[in-house]
């Protein structure tokens, strides 16, 4: 028993001894003990400390106070609470029993009846406490005790009490939350103030689904994951997962589960009811001829959903709500499954830049990625549903023709195609672009302008040959983020980056009468035209600006004013109906966690101190420290070592990232542009040793940027990537010492990148895309004497397994292991996925994860970036647009 629960039983002596501790949850720890004055075996919970002190104690003990007279017996009663050495507790009944979640640990299902008595005694309890103004706001296995053949419901009003004290927020910043992600309502998901008891029904058709089916209806590896489903998705269908399921029980638990509190049941009790009372055949009139078979086994179903119907009002969400009069309005919309950004570049490529309102404002077409593949769904505003189109596979970056018949598409595969939006063939208009930057803009006059290998190009909308703009010969510009078509025709808007977006970017006009760009805004990411004469641009640091714009000239006739705060570069859309749709970040965010994940998905945080704008870690070869890259106004290498103390690396550059490990763990090698800080320097690589008492030192200048190196494994080879004049990635090699002549290693058509040296030293495992789409390759070292293919449906970010008998890589949405046999040759089994990496982050210029030395573990990045941002719809925006352009001059 630890000092403070020793300290707690001293300051209770005489009323209550503490004698074991029973068990440890988000927010307390739960104790046996005894009651002296009752001479009676009681629970006592010990709220965490830095709960305690986020809520504060008084308040929420004056809170708790209003469930202790919840009387009731499905409801597991509150028999004291109070303050004792600076530490919260509070006492219930001792249950000799087990949890619901105990026995779903043990047997996963449960018996239809069993499962159907435990629902109904909750929602009687549900029903009495949300008749009395108590909603228990956590519902969930393992808040349902079992004892006598009989379920409780503990913890009444611990949740709402957490919420009335006014901690929701702060509880939020320190990574705890009111509420499970897996049973959480979309409302509470959301964040609605308000909770009713429509969440406490939702909340438990989750765990009658559980019950039922094995799991609850939404699972993922992150409560990211989870929510995003929740938002978005439907459940399966428990009849076709589980034969035996009655169909008027899998309409009643789906009635429960609406994500519109509107289309739930009324009361628990009805909740209850459904489950129970199907529509009997014995309610029918006697000489009424008998139904079918099919018909009977219907009716229940039938009249579950009608009481749905009755009982719910039909709503729509957000956008999709029409709108009579012409006045602004804004919604919060849920579009994406999980951030695309870490699809895509991870300095800027937002899902803002994903999307694409139709002219008429009918509908909005964007990215999306289900069952592992990207493809576009349009999301029509009269409907609830988004509806995938066909023939999409690869898309990025919609656009609408002018006329909304058609979208314009880029794919990860490297082609430009295009889809009429009411269904058809999609075609495509080029066969290989740039497949990283996707970036593409329909013009007035029926062509399109779209980023090509060496900058941006035009062609026909109806196919033919290409021409391009300009070449950018300087390497300074390689990359166009976004484009955006002006009226007339005239010019187009464009985003320039150097070769990498997360180092600078600035917005330029290309006019098709000059057949020249010039600046217009540096420091900006993303730009757009709005009539009838502004300039819309992001800033690099956040928020969307308007300055007036002659689209004749195309020139600037005026200073730029803030119109919207807080929009995330590169997030911003409009339709010439005046719609628009952006990302807000609203205040200050935390975006990123490591964590370690195990082999089956299983989270844990690698440490819950920490939280930063993390890249590219790498531990060291023991474990025991790790090297990182944190963001924020630079970047530098931190390193974190195995007793929790942290220590800034390096000073000097504004970039300094992906290190590798020497293999004795003294030093790491990792690419700086220490040499210069503008957007157009070069980077070299650098070693320095991680005590930080010697500068670092110059490995390998090269005639391009090196993105990444490692020194092999015996440490006689120095290999590094590169992207070279013909805009593809190469790797090359030298030897540390002797002859350190520069050989190449891997060059060819295509880019290469994500290099990673076996741990014997023998293999180079590599990311290729010379086929149009990236998969994992393997090499003999150095000799590359022949390539071999591994991935077969796409990867990246290859790792060895320490113990060089597992190769691990990234697909879209999973982590993958190809076993590798023993011996000379190399010898590759079949992949298989390990598990889902949604919410994590991904990269394609080196790997965003890293294997722990027993290979059991990897170590991740948990992207929290959204967790804090909005996307955001608005309607008829241009009025306001107008107004605040006047009201700042």
């Not at 559980?210 to 929510?227: D, K, N, S, Y």
């Not at 139904?291 to 039909?314: F, K, M, N, T």
Request: net charge neutral.
């Amino acid at each position: 028993m630890n000092d403070a629960v020793s300290r707690l039983g001293s300051a209770l002596a005489g009323r209550y001894r503490i004698e074991r501790e029973l068990g440890a949850g988000g927010m307390a720890t739960v104790y046996l003990a005894h009651d002296e004055r009752h001479d009676r075996k009681l629970a006592l919970k010990v709220l965490r400390p830095e709960l305690s002190a986020i809520l504060g104690g008084e308040r929420f003990l004056a809170e708790i106070k209003t469930t202790a007279n919840l009387q009731h017996p499905h409801i597991l009663s509150l028999f004291d609470s109070g303050e004792a050495d600076g530490l919260v507790y509070y006492v219930m009944p001792y249950v000799e029993g087990e949890s619901l979640r105990d026995r779903l640990t043990r047997e996963k299902q449960l018996p239809v009846e069993e499962a159907i008595a435990i629902a109904r005694e909750v929602a009687d309890a549900l029903s009495y406490a949300h008749g009395h103004g108590v909603v228990h706001r956590d519902i969930k296995p393992e808040n349902i005790m079992l004892a006598g053949g009989h379920a409780l419901v503990a913890d009444f009003g611990i949740a709402l009490a957490a919420s009335r004290t006014g901690g929701g927020t702060r509880l939020t910043e320190t990574g705890m939350s009111l509420g499970t992600p897996h049973y959480m309502a979309p409302e509470q998901a959301m964040g609605e103030r308000e909770i009713t008891p429509k969440a406490d029904i939702y909340a438990l058709g989750c765990v009658t689904y559980e019950m039922l089916a094995g799991e609850p209806p939404f699972t993922g590896p992150t409560a990211q994951a989870i929510i995003a489903q929740v938002l978005t998705e439907e459940p399966r269908s428990l009849t076709l997962q589980r034969r035996t399921i009655p169909p008027h029980v899998q309409a009643a638990v789906e009635c429960a589960l609406q994500k519109l509190p509107a289309d739930r049941f009324a009361t628990a009790a009805l909740f209850a009811e459904a489950l129970q009372k199907p529509d009997a055949p014995a309610r029918r009139r006697a000489d009424a001829p008998a139904p079918s078979a099919l018909a009977a086994a219907r009716r229940p179903l039938y009249a579950a959903l009608a009481l749905c119907a009755v009982l719910g009002v039909a709503a729509l969400v957000g956008w999709l709500r029409p709108r009579s009069a012409p006045a602004t309005s804004r919604q919060r919309v849920v579009l994406w499954h999980y951030p695309l950004g870490q699809l895509l570049d991870p300095g800027l490529q937002h899902p803002g830049t994903q999307a694409a309102i139709a002219p008429d404002g009918s509908s909005i077409v964007y990215t999306d990625s289900t069952g592992g593949t990207l493809h576009l769904v349009r999301k029509m505003r009269d409907a609830d549903v988004a509806t995938p189109m066909a023939g999409t596979e690869g898309a990025l970056s919609p656009f609408f023709s002018p006329d909304g018949r058609w979208v314009g598409y880029a794919t990860a595969f490297g082609t430009l195609r295009k889809v009429p939006v009411d269904g058809g063939g999609s075609v495509t208009l080029v066969a290989h672009t740039d497949p990283v930057y996707a970036a593409a803009a329909w013009l007035e006059d029926g062509t399109i302008v779209f980023m090509g290998a060496h900058g941006p190009n035009r062609i026909s909308a109806a196919g033919g040959a290409s021409r391009a703009l300009f070449r950018d010969s300087t390497r300074a510009a390689r990359s166009v983020l976004t484009l955006w078509p002006l009226p007339g025709s005239r010019g187009f808007l464009y985003t320039l980056c150097p070769a990498n977006c997360a180092i600078g970017s600035d917005v330029y006009v290309f006019d098709f009468a000059a057949d020249s760009g010039r600046l217009l805004v540096a420091n900006a990411a993303g730009a757009w035209y709005a009539p009838p004469g502004y300039l819309l641009y992001t800033d690099r640091a956040g928020g969307l600006f308007a300055a007036g714009f002659d689209a004749t000239k195309l020139r600037l006739t005026s200073e730029a004013v803030p119109v919207i705060p807080d929009v995330v570069p590169g997030t911003f859309t409009l339709s010439a109906s005046g719609a628009a749709l952006y990302v807000t970040t609203a205040g200050p965010s935390v975006p990123a966690e490591l964590m370690w994940v195990s082999r089956n998905g299983a989270a844990v945080p690698f440490d819950s101190t920490w939280r930063a704008d993390f890249q590219y870690p790498a531990l060291s070869p023991d474990g025991r420290m790790l090297a990182v890259s944190v963001r924020d106004a630079t970047t530098q290498l931190w390193i974190r070592r195995a007793d929790g103390t942290r220590q800034r690396l390096t000073q000097d550059g504004t970039v300094n990232w992906r290190p590798a490990w020497t293999r004795d763990g003294h030093a790491v090698v990792f690419s700086s542009n220490r040499r210069g800080t503008g957007a157009q320097a070069d980077f070299d690589l650098y070693e320095m040793p991680v005590s930080g008492t010697a500068p670092a030192t110059l490995l390998q200048h090269w005639s391009y940027p090196v993105w990444e190196g490692q020194i092999s494994p015996d440490g006689s080879w120095l290999v590094w990537r590169a992207d070279e004049a013909n805009e593809a990635s190469h790797i090359r090699g030298r030897r540390v010492a002797g002859d350190t002549a520069v050989v190449p290693l891997v060059v060819g058509p295509g880019a290469t990148t994500q290099i990673a040296l076996s741990p014997d030293g023998r293999w180079l495992a590599f990311t290729g895309d010379a086929t149009g789409r990236e998969e994992i390759y393997a090499a003999p070292f150095p000799g590359i004497a022949f390539t071999r293919q591994v991935s077969r449906d796409g990867g990246t970010e290859p790792r060895w397994a320490h113990s060089g008998r597992e190769l691990f890589y990234r697909t879209q949405d999973r982590l993958m292991v190809v076993p590798v046999a023993p011996g000379p040759a190399l010898a590759l089994g079949l992949p298989r996925a390990l598990f889902a990496t949604v919410g994590y982050r991904a990269a394609r210029n080196r790997q965003e994860y890293d294997v722990a030395p027993d290979d059991r573990r990897f170590l991740m990045i948990l992207d929290l970036a959204l967790s804090t941002n909005s996307v955001v719809y608005v309607e008829h925006w241009l009025p306001e647009l107008r107004a605040k352009v006047r009201s700042s001059r």
